[in-house]
């Protein structure tokens, strides 16, 4: 089992930078691709962006790609995710999760969910 625990949420206006973090236990982090989704209000919960297990590869949801970087730091078996230029379409409870079958990052591919951090961006 892994357990993952979200940070970093909060208020920001629109145009601000924002820095999520997904701290995980138990299980084997390294093993795992990770990946952050989002879901807003009336909406189904959306991939964002997606990491492989070294951390060697990276992709992104378009209506982020530029502006959302995901890292991560398995030393410290921490996922990041760096979110510049938020808009108020942004706003949504960021979920971290990890996956055993990176590249394929649906929401029903994923094998582990943190219980999210909700990012708000203001105008």
Known sequence: QVQLVESGGGLVQAGAS????????G???????MGWFRQAPGKYREFV???????????Y??????RFTIS?????NALYLQ??????????????A???TYPKVRVRDIN?????????VSS
């Open 61 to 66: 949801a378009d209506s982020v790609k530029g």
């Open 112 to 120: 582990y969910w943190g219980k999210g951090t909700l990012v708000t």
């Open 18 to 25: 924002l820095r999520l973090s997904c701290a995980a236990s």
């Open 83 to 96: 979110m510049n230029s938020l808009k108020p379409e942004d706003t949504a409870v960021y979920y971290c």
């Open 49 to 59: 962006a997606a990491i492989s297990w070294s951390g060697g590869t990276t992709n």
């Open 72 to 76: 991560r730091d398995n030393a410290k």
């Open 27 to 33: 299980g084997t982090f390294n093993s795992y691709a």
């Open 98 to 100: 990890a996956t055993d």
